[in-house]
């Protein structure tokens, strides 16, 4: 498959490219690796027949979908068959790669069909992934801000380089290029949430050539904007996640039960190449793609994919309306729900949008005024969901939305009640489903990714988890309400703390406050508490009696979403409100114990987002009640 730009070489049937010549290069690709392995190679794990199965996609039948002298579209499809037992996830794929003339770049889509009655499974990953020349690419670009030369996958094997406490981090101990010396490389440490993966890749210098991953469109992706995925690694690697549970946990995993009939399209993407005549240039390079990135978004959904499973834009309809925030303790009027994220995605119960993966999801986020619009939506029935940054809580629209071609419907004014029972007393942090404005410390110098030092996610620097028995060895954290400050005093994530022989034990934080009075009679106070991110973990609530055998408040085991290891500022969200007796209280000094219970791992533990005291609603002039 080619054009005056490059060209693409398949292995046929089963649709493996085994080389992409471009700008004189005869093969981008890693011609070490086997021909199996090389690109745009679709992969899958799944558990079926209770077994886990990890395959890398081989189509069986080959056809040309359409050839003109303007596009190319190729198909390379498994069909699933009964004879394989378990040994194949009971999935009908059909990879498609399109070429357009004049295009410095190709397409790659897939189509995924479980038929009714076949065996049950869980999916647990499937991407598409390229591995390139390992003596050309050595530049990696994600963001403005995250690119850095990177070492090579022989860097990190040993003796060059040193396991830590999983395998994909590894500390560099004599790596090719010696400035990247005692530096951790870590493949999570250059995740990126969905809003923002839009364009990433690599650079070569000689010849100066970028390779870049391009998604127009988070569509077909699971958990909403704020799910996060791999981006490009060592190897080097370029990814396009179509799904994982990664900073999620297995709760994410489609699972497809009693036989359910369900089919879904993920992308396309753009693989996109450029090339930089006059010399050298990182930046250009970077610049232009993004360039591209931009206008792939303008022209999404494509109008070239031939397959049915792609709707075009007239198959397709939009929402439209305002979002406002009605709170009377923040304002007497109602509050336009600036910049809020507000999307359509399969009914569920608010907020269940985070762990929904079946189907599609469509996110925009509101201006100034609250005002938005959703374009492009396929057909089918959503339920309508919000959240309003500085505000607590999910908002979800009361009535299905049916899309059909061509609909554009207005809701009007939306109003969005948070939770809110009384004034605020006090509160911690700011509700944004991050943990990032809370205390980072800097990391162990000896397990230092120079790329995160002085960033803005400096939350992303291996090995912070440790640094809390250093700063707390004997005793826990105490956060004194109205003294301290959270973004110097509140740890990011509340974790165990190891004591001997790599044994760990529960940790419990104290938050100290004051009050002048306690309401006694009918009264009942709200204590919110929103995490960010929670691992195998118990978060337990006690009021001022920490030896309470049993706790006011508990939330059980919860979490799997492994953000503390994985270098994250949030997993998923996780809002409880808890109605606190006036009997609990005193007046003057109190303390609420926050034991995070259980202490057997070195990543079990929870990052907060936002914890709010509310007094009952017959306190007025909360500020004044604060002492």
Not at 97 to 104: Q, V
Not at 145 to 172: C, F, H, W
Not at 295 to 320: I, L, M, N, Q, T
């Amino acid at each position: 498959m080619e054009n005056d730009y490059l060209q693409v070489t398949f292995m046929k049937p089963n649709g493996k490219i085994t080389g992409i010549r471009y700008n004189g290069v005869d093969n981008l690709l890693d011609t070490r690796q086997k021909t199996t392995s090389r690109g745009s190679t679709v992969e899958t794990i799944t558990v079926c027949l209770k077994m886990c199965v990890f395959c890398r996609v081989n189509g069986d039948v080959f056809k040309v979908i359409h050839q003109d002298e303007n596009m190319t579209e190729l198909s390379f499809s498994r069909s699933w068959d009964p004879s394989f037992n378990g040994t194949i996830s009971p999935l009908n794929i059909d990879q498609r790669f399109i070429m357009l003339r004049g295009s410095s770049g190709f397409y790659t889509y897939a189509v995924y069909e479980h038929q009714q009655g076949w065996p049950d499974f869980d999916l647990i990953q499937t991407r598409v992934a390229f591995k390139l020349n390992q003596n050309m690419f050595r530049y990696m670009a994600i963001a403005d801000n995250r690119q850095r030369i990177m070492p090579s996958m022989k860097d990190r094997t040993p003796p060059q380089g040193e396991p830590l406490a999983y395998p994909e981090a590894v500390r560099l101990i004599a790596p090719s290029n010696g400035t990247l010396k005692g530096e951790v490389d870590d493949k999570y440490q250059y995740s990126c949430n969905n809003m923002d993966n839009r364009v990433h890749g690599w650079i070569c210098s000689d010849p100066p050539i970028g390779f870049w991953h391009i998604s127009a469109s988070d569509e077909f992706r699971t958990g909403g904007p704020l799910k996060q995925d791999l981006t490009s690694h060592v190897g080097p690697t370029t990814l396009a996640m179509f799904f994982s549970n990664h900073y999620a946990g297995q709760g994410l995993n489609p699972t497809f039960q009693n036989g359910e009939s369900w089919r879904k399209t993920f992308g396309p993407i753009f693989i996109y190449l450029n090339s930089n005549h006059s010399g050298t240039d990182n930046k250009s390079l970077w610049e232009d793609a993004k360039l591209q990135m931009q206008k792939e978004v303008e022209s999404w959904p494509y109008s070239f994919p031939v397959s049915d499973d792609f709707p075009k834009a007239d198959e397709r309809g939009s929402v439209r309306g305002q979002l406002v925030v009605r709170d009377r303790y923040i304002n007497q009027s109602d509050i336009p729900a600036d910049s809020a994220y507000i999307g359509l995605a399969p009914p569920g119960e608010a907020g269940s949008w985070q762990r929904e993966s079946k189907g599609y999801q469509f996110w925009t986020n509101a201006s100034s005024d609250g005002s938005f619009s959703i374009k492009n939506v396929r057909s089918g029935d959503y339920n309508l969901y919000a959240w309003v940054p500085g505000i607590m809580g999910d908002y979800k629209y009361n009535v299905a939305i049916n899309i059909t071609a061509k609909c554009d419907i207005n809701l009007g004014e939306l109003v969005y009640e948070p939770p809110r029972d009384g004034p605020t007393l006090w509160e911690i942090g700011v509700p944004d489903r991050l943990a990032a404005e809370f205390f980072i410390p800097d990391p162990d110098p000896d397990y230092v990714n120079k790329l995160y030092i002085n960033h803005t996610d400096r939350f992303r620097q291996y090995g912070l988890w440790e640094r809390y028995s250093e700063l707390y060895p004997n005793s826990d954290l105490i956060y004194n309400v109205g003294v301290d400050d959270y973004k110097k005093d509140w740890f990011f994530a509340h974790v165990t703390r190891k004591i001997k022989n790599n044994t760990y034990e529960a940790t419990t934080w104290q938050i100290r406050f004051r009050l002048d009075r306690v309401v006694k009679t009918g009264a009942t106070y709200t204590l919110r508490v929103a995490l960010a991110s929670a691992v195998f973990s118990e978060l337990q609530v006690r009021f001022n009696n920490m030896d309470a055998t049993r706790a006011h408040f508990s939330t059980g085991l919860i979490g799997k979403d492994n953000a503390i290891a994985r270098h994250g500022d949030h997993g998923i969200y996780w809002p409880f409100n808890i109605s606190v007796q006036s009997a609990w209280l005193m007046e003057g000094e109190n303390t609420i114990f926050l034991t995070q219970a259980r202490g057997s791992g070195l990543f079990q533990g929870i990052m907060y987002d936002y914890i709010r005291f509310e007094g009952p609603p017959s306190v007025e002039n909360a500020s004044d009640k604060l002492m």
